[in-house]
């Protein structure tokens, strides 16, 4: 099969009435056209050429005219968001979706000249408040930190020669794996310029293990077909067992010539749910996982370093899991997770509240993320839409908190408007979700697709998805935790989002913050940079108690790690009871004015790296947490846990306690087996706080080469 691949120098303008007319014939001056990259974002251009576009790109192109028998294809990787596209002034058509490959055919106009113009007119609508148009999800998020419009042809561009019959779609499921025997979903579609009889071959690792012959017509025709493979090589997740990985093969011939050959690498696994626990080939896990952000809101600027070492952070994390959050990423991070073994849950770009004419583009654009994606083993669940409700122009859900009774009264209130307005149905919910939900199912019934994340339980079934709760942020300080899990279990049965920001380090942020004498910053500047107010900070780390900010935006960081801390030390303590797992709100930043992961856009690890790697070790102790201060007098008892990840008890372990205190130090050992993969009571430590100073409990574990330690503190005021 020829190919050509057409990236490199091409000529941009932005839109005018006459490049209609003249710009996508040959004939053109291109004295007034910029020289840009393809692939690239308009946003990189330097000098700028053009903040929202649109932009008409234009390339001359000489290749070999088209044999006889054969066909030619251009085929975009990627473009954001709308384009039309002219080859010598005909009009191809246009596209619609930013991830998912366009193909026109050209066969007839390639053979009228060795000599083309190609013609892209490229459109990427800018964010505006209220309902969004585009499918871009976390790309371009109106409440996010500020980010460049991603329009342009940001990937290859190429052109590829097949016989009669191309391959147009291929789709790879795994349904059902066991060691005795694994069957794979097969659906193609292909593209036929005849009527004709033609042979489709199926090769896993080079072996032939299927043949047929069909009779496919002129146009578009849907071929479905299964395979069985006896005594397979099982991928596992990377604590589980190895990740082999099998080659997948399917040939299309005409009269015993080749026609087209399309290739998948896929892993032969079973995923299952109970609820929200998932379990792979059979085994339960509790998924440890964060949310991967796009390595840059610029996705064409990622190189595949930086998307391998991102993955291989989440490994050195201990993590289980990633949730491509609001975005669908390059290839490289699916093909990296194949080989890590780390599993992905992958979102479907819709985020916020969307149009009601987005509804046809949605269910394409789905089933093109599943066409797309669908052969990776790493990928065990679908999202759908994230967060599908829109905040109260009021500001009633995320506003300043007020001490005393008339803040405790005005915080109720809120959250009896926020329950009200979630039982509402919305056209997005209600009738948005479930389509683009049904659309995947249709085409993936090997996988679950969750409707919407971040949605509370609401009627008839008070049945919600998972939950966003940010408990040491905006939902209260931390200590709140442990009594929020105990009051709502139904909410902790998976936390897909939580944590807490830190002040960004990038020198816009910095300046914004220096721009005035501190604290009287320019935080409505900030707000726009970081997608983050001050009145949210006063509540944790108020910055008038700081000299500066330098030592203000140590302690965000601090505070960042603390709550991460805490938020996955007690899921781990709950773990299956209810909760399933869990997803930090985000690994890395995908822009250099976000703060909200333990990575940042250029890959410096804040301190909450560490703290999140250290709650996610295999192995931890936890003690009940102590309140900042407490008064004289008071009885605590605190409980003891061991959770294990482990696939084997831990027999034999050691559970050392320390309370101190400035009357007296108590020790206390406890012995015994701690449980696989579960949450293990150990004990119950009781002590009384002294008539002042402070109390520290640490507890230390040994066990064996698996070991861990915490510690509590307490101030008596």
Known sequence: MSSW?????????????????????????????????????????????????????????????????RRRFLTFDGIAYHADVWLDGAYLGDTEGYFAPHTFDVTDLWRLSPD?????????????????????GVLQDPSGPLTPNPGGIWQSVHLIDTGPVRIDAL????????????????????????SCAADVQTLVDGTVVAEHRITVAAGHNDV???????????????????????????????????????????????????????????????????????????????????????MEDAVELGLDMLRVHGHIAPTTIYDTA?????????????????????RPAAIRQAQQMVDLLGHHPSVISWWAHDEPVAKPADGSVDQRQTLGLAGRAR??????????????????????????????????????????????PHLPLLD??????????????????????????????????????????????????????????????????TGTERWQYDQSTPPHLFLDDAPWIDATEQHQSDVITAWVTHLRRIAYRPTGGFCVRALNDHAANSGWGVIDLHGNRRPAFEALKAACQPVIVTIDPLPETTLPGRRFSLAVHVSSDLRDDLDDAIVDVTITNTDSTQTQRFTGTIDANAATYIGTINTISPEAGDITISAVLNAGRFGSSTTSRTTVA
């Not at 395979?227 to 990377?238: E, M, N, S, T």
């Not at 050959?261 to 998924?287: K, P, Q, Y």
């Not at 209130?413 to 926020?418: D, G, L, N, S, Y």
């Not at 944590?499 to 816009?508: K, L, T, V």
Request: hydrophobic share 35%.
């Open 338 to 358: 194949d080989e890590l073994g780390l599993l992905l849950m992958q979102d479907f770009p819709l985020q916020g509240v969307q149009r009601r004419q987005v």
């Open 224 to 310: 479905a077909w299964r395979i069985d493979l006896p005594r397979p090589a099982l991928w596992w997740p990377r604590d589980l067992g190895d990740q082999h990985l099998v080659n997948v093969d399917v040939v299309v011939s005409i009269d015993g010539h080749p026609s087209d050959t399309t290739h998948r690498r896929t892993g032969l696994r079973e995923v299952a749910w109970d609820d929200w626990t998932c379990s792979i080939n059979g085994e339960r896990m509790f998924l440890k996982g964060a949310n991967l952000m796009p390595v840059d809101a610029l996705l064409g600027r990622a190189s595949d370093e930086h998307m391998r070492q991102l």
């Open 464 to 529: 919600g998805t998972d939950a966003h709760l940010y408990i040491g942020w905006t939902d209260g300080p931390i200590s709140l935790l442990p009594r929020e899990s105990a009051r709502f279990p139904r909410l902790f049965r998976f936390v897909s989002e939580f944590g807490a920001p830190a002040a960004p380090r990038s020198p816009q942020t910095v300046a914004t913050l220096q721009e005035h004498h501190w604290p009287d910053a320019d935080w409505e500047r900030f707000a726009k940079l």
């Open 171 to 194: 789709r790879v499921l795994c349904q059902d794996a066991t060691v005795e025997r694994a069957h794979l979903k097969m659906y193609a579609r292909l593209d036929s310029d005849r």
């Open 5 to 69: 691949l057409l990236d490199g120098v091409w000529n941009a303008a932005e839109v005018r009435d006459e490049h209609r007319s003249n710009a996508i014939g040959p004939q053109l001056d291109h004295a007034e056209w910029r020289e840009v990259n393809v692939p690239g974002h308009w946003a990189d251009i330097e000098p700028s050429l053009t903040t929202d576009g649109p932009l008409t790109y234009r390339t001359t192109v000489n290749t070999p005219s088209v044999d006889e028998g």
């Open 411 to 456: 915080e109720l209130a809120t959250r009896v408007q926020r329950a009200v307005r979630d039982q509402a149905p919305t056209w997005n919910r209600s009738v948005l979700d479930p389509l683009v939900r049904r659309a995947i199912e249709d085409v993936d019934p090997t996988r679950r697709c969750v409707p919407h994340s971040g949605v509370l």
């Open 116 to 136: 083309h113009v190609i013609a892209v007119e490229v459109h990427c609508p800018p964010t505006e408040p209220g309902s969004r148009r585009t499918i871009t």
